[in-house]
């Protein structure tokens, strides 16, 4: 399985300077070293097809979700997922969604996947005079019951993953 640090630093969850330094940047979070020495564990003792697996980042917003950012994860069984949620829920981690993108950059790729089932009418991006710019997402209205989550928290969960600020418009 690849993760964001080294496997010795997921193993022992202490950092190397390479990943020290990477957590000084904000690039990794301590829900990403914990959550890939967790995964290990399980791929060890439960579900080997979790080597394929490409773990990017995680988030967690008000303890009320985690984003998995993960690329294969069509390689591993609904029944392997299964024991996955079941083992990471019984070590306190809270509601888990999936989320595969195969580029870490492609802003609404992860926009549709979070929103998903809501349909989404459109993407834009909305320029500021001070050269600062946000994503505008437009939803159909009556979709609005269809969010698994607030659209504060989406928009909130959204800039962590990916830096950018989003807006989420009903119409």
Same mark, same amino acid.
């Given at each position: 399985?690849k ?28 829900l ?25 980042k995680?988030v967690n917003?008000?303890? %009320?979700?985690i984003?998995l !950012?993960?690329?294969? =994860?069509?390689? &591993?069984?609904?029944r392997?997922?299964?024991? $996955?949620?079941r @083992?990471?829920?019984?070590l ?5 969604k ?16 979070v ?8 993407i ?6 001070d050269?600062?710019?946000?994503y505008?997402?437009?939803?159909? %209205?009556?979709?609005?019951? !269809?969010?698994s989550? =607030?659209?504060? &928290? ?6 962590? $993953?990916?830096? @950018? ?7």
């Amino acid at each position: 399985m690849k993760i964001p640090i080294c496997y010795f630093d997921a193993k022992t969850r202490t950092l190397c300077p390479k990943c020290l330094e990477k957590f000084r940047k904000g690039e990794i979070g301590r829900l990403d070293i914990d959550l890939s020495h967790d995964l290990i564990e399980i791929e060890e003792k439960y579900v080997p097809s979790l080597k394929n697996l490409v773990f990017h980042k995680a988030v967690n917003i008000d303890n %009320k979700l985690i984003f998995l !950012l993960v690329k294969g =994860s069509r390689n &591993i069984r609904k029944r392997e997922w299964k024991i $996955i949620f079941r @083992k990471l829920m019984k070590l306190g981690y809270p509601k888990i969604k999936i989320i595969e993108v195969e580029n870490m950059h492609d802003v609404k790729k992860i926009i549709s996947q979070v929103i998903s089932p809501a349909r989404i009418l459109s993407i834009s991006i909305s320029w500021y005079p001070d050269e600062s710019y946000e994503y505008r997402v437009r939803v159909y %209205k009556k979709d609005l019951k !269809l969010l698994s989550y =607030s659209p504060t &928290i989406i928009e909130e969960a959204i800039y962590k $993953i990916t830096n @950018k600020r989003i807006k989420i418009i009903f119409e």
